[in-house]
């Protein structure tokens, strides 16, 4: 699940490590999100480290009664010069930047984090919370979700990732084999 909205969010602020809270309508859908995971057989909760993740995971806990452990590995990715800004400041700040990372969004940013990067420790994390047994619920953010997502055959779901969407991953042998929205 990504986590709830947040103000950043709302005027398309780049938050990556940035630990911004949700807004009144991100609390708001973390609840109702709580109705869509219920019958998933939810038996574990592990959310990023961040506010916005452990907030977006609260109802769930309260609800479902389960405690909430943290995991760093489950963080959004680090943006380096960009965190903090929107794409249209990174455009009068950064514009060679912003030139390449609109050819390219896996273009290399100064103290950033790389795609690559990100996959691969979302990817371990994942792997080391199913080797602990099914049934996990992951709070997380955006970029991590579509990181997983790349590590799916033909690329996972189209589209934006929503703020407290949760999305199903199937995996077979330790691999990914399909995603779905819930």
């Known amino acids: 699940m ?8 709302v005027l398309g602020r780049i938050q990556g490590h940035s630990d911004i809270p949700l807004n009144d309508e991100g609390q708001r859908q973390a609840r109702e999100a709580v109705d869509r ?12 480290d961040l506010s916005r993740a452990q907030d977006t995971a609260r109802p769930a806990a309260h609800r479902l009664k389960l405690p909430i452990t943290t995991d760093a ?45 990100l996959q691969a420790r979302m990817v371990s994390a994942v792997q080391d919370i199913l080797a602990q ?9 955006g970029g991590s979700v579509r990181s997983l997502m790349r590590a799916v055959p033909g690329g996972g779901l189209p589209g934006p990732i929503l703020n407290a969407g949760t999305y199903c991953f199937d995996e077979e042998d330790g691999q990914f084999i399909r995603v779905m929205l819930v």
């Open 2 to 9: 990504r986590h709830g909205q947040t103000d950043w969010n």
């Open 37 to 48: 995971i219920a019958g998933l057989g939810v038996t574990r909760l592990v959310c990023s």
């Open 73 to 117: 590995r489950l963080r959004e990715r680090c943006f380096g010069v960009l965190e903090g800004l929107t794409w249209a400041e990174v455009e009068a700040h950064h514009p060679e930047l912003h030139a390449r990372l609109q050819q390219d969004r896996a273009h290399p940013v100064p103290g950033a984090e790389t795609l690559e990067l």
């Open 133 to 141: 047994g099914p049934g996990a619920l992951l709070v997380t953010h």
